[in-house]
């Protein structure tokens, strides 16, 4: 690792073969993780939970080795580098983390989401709500302990200690502010975008079926376009798409709908700008915490970055074109103007993935919402479907009710234990929105080469700025070195009003 001499810093030295070991459990971790969703048969899933579980013990167990605590405290008086300081900072918050935690729930919190996810998978198609929850119960009452055992470590309320893990520093206060402001002009927003394309010619639709083969092969040639390294990782097709592994073995998936071409598209493409961050995080530092992303927030919005603001781009969406028609043949919904409408169409739907990026920020909040009350004991499992009816009505206009699964259970969050991780989704949106106002400030002539075929703008920026800073910077001096000022939500609300009604 670069650095000074391991003579001068022997404790810090220690400390870093401790967490290259434990990268190297993650990484098998990850890889048996991304198998039970992509790969293994249902008959596997008893004993795919105790193992995991087995190896979370065994992580678990490293972590609050006894020494570790002496271990840190010697090395803050070594003489280390300013990486070596982060990367130790980083450290004592995994290892403030891990020992907030009694082991026997570590292993509980593993068995009880491995169980859950798995029903999940088939009961959410079947609608069978009253099923699901016998599963789910566990996995709340986990998610509390957790919150309280994390809370009376770190002094944050339970599900700001929870969110803590996704987006360190971040606060529901804070979170609060950013979507009560958003609330306050996303529903007129839709209202008015809505109103200006329905006044517009249709919208083409793409007419199917797409023979899942040929999607497949449309997303791999997409992912290149996006110039993921094929060496260093691989898609796969899951229930709910998701990216996992580790920066030399990413493992990304999809879902494919036989009538939905872009869904799954587009679902490939926000899976790709996760893994290029990934596949781009500093090597010389890899298997050291200072190497992994920032935040999921941050991680969000290169995905977002992705999807978003490169994958709703007219010069993007015109390389698309002659990639459609090589897998399907020429028609008439195969053209750079109508598929740019058709990825900015605004209609507010159930489903969070699929939606737009101007109602979509709705979705996030709900959840949001629901689940601060779980986590806070303000309500209870029972109380979800009826709390979800009440804030689809209200801010999106939809009816649920008796719809689990294109309701509640549409997630695969909750039934993973993930709660916390929601807002990151709008945080990312948001910061996504800065990364593209600033590379434009720098670059005039971005829109113009991104239209030539040229991506490699965007590529570099991130690369340079974010992919390649790790976690060497806490998320506000990261985003200040980045575009020149802290996360500002109101670039988010310029991209939409520039993009909808401009």
């Not at 779980?374 to 649920?400: F, H, N, S």
Request: with cysteine.
């Amino acid at each position: 690792m670069p650095g000074t001499s391991s003579h001068s810093t022997p404790a810090y030295r220690d400390l870093e073969q401790r967490f290259l070991r434990l990268y190297r459990f993650e990484h098998l971790g990850s890889i048996v993780g991304w198998d039970q969703a992509a790969n293994m048969p249902s008959g596997g899933n008893e004993a795919r939970a105790a193992a995991m579980a087995e190896l979370d013990g065994l992580m678990h167990a490293q972590r609050t080795d006894p020494a570790l605590k002496s271990l840190l405290d010697r090395a803050e008086n070594e003489p280390l580098s300013d990486d070596q300081r982060a990367n130790l900072r980083e450290m004592r918050r995994d290892w403030r983390a891990a020992n907030a935690l009694p082991a026997a729930l570590v292993e509980r919190r593993t068995l009880a989401t491995a169980r859950c996810e798995h029903a999940w998978r088939r009961q959410r198609p079947a609608n069978d709500w009253a099923g699901f929850v016998e599963n789910f119960r566990p996995v709340v009452q986990v998610a509390r302990e957790e919150a309280m055992h994390l809370a009376e470590a770190t002094g944050l309320m339970p599900y700001d200690a929870l969110m803590d893990r996704f987006e360190p520093g971040m606060t529901s206060a804070e979170v609060d502010r950013v979507f009560g402001d958003l609330k306050t002009w996303l529903p007129s927003l839709i209202q008015r975008v809505q109103a200006r394309q329905h006044a517009e010619p249709p919208v083409l639709t793409p007419v199917g079926p797409f023979p899942v083969a040929q999607q497949k092969a449309l997303s791999l040639q997409v992912m290149k376009l996006l110039d993921f390294d094929f060496d260093g990782g691989r898609l796969d097709e899951s229930t709910h798409p998701f990216s996992g592994g580790v920066p030399e073995d990413v493992r990304l998936t999809t879902r494919y709908s036989l009538d939905n071409l872009m869904s799954s598209l587009m679902g490939t493409v926000h899976e790709t700008g996760h893994a290029r961050y990934e596949q781009n995080l500093p090597r010389e530092w890899l298997g050291q915490p200072i190497a992994r992303a920032r935040s999921y927030g941050l991680h969000e919005s290169q995905s977002l970055s992705f999807e978003m603001q490169l994958g709703a781009h007219p010069g993007f969406v015109a390389q698309l074109v002659p990639l459609m028609v090589e897998q399907f043949g020429a028609q008439p919904a195969f053209t750079a103007e109508n598929l740019t409408r058709l990825a900015t169409r605004v209609e507010p739907g159930l489903i969070r993935v699929d939606a737009d990026e101007v109602t979509y920020p709705a979705h996030v909040i709900l959840r949001f919402e629901i689940e601060r009350a779980l986590i806070e004991g303000q309500i209870e499992v029972d109380d979800i479907p009826a709390l979800w009816d009440e804030k689809m009505a209200a801010y999106l206009g939809r009816d649920t009710r008796g719809d689990y699964r294109n309701g509640p259970m549409q997630d695969v969050h909750w039934p993973s234990g993930s709660f916390g991780y929601f807002p990151c989704y709008t945080l990312g949106a948001m910061y996504a929105a800065q990364w593209f106002a600033t590379m434009r400030s720098q670059m005039p002539n971005l829109d113009e080469r991104i239209a030539a075929g040229d991506l490699n703008p965007v590529f570099d920026w991130l690369k340079d700025h974010i992919w390649r800073q790790g976690a060497r910077w806490e998320t506000p001096e990261l985003t200040r070195r980045a575009s020149g000022e802290v996360l500002n939500p109101a670039h988010f609300r310029a991209h939409l009003e520039g993009r909808y009604l401009g």
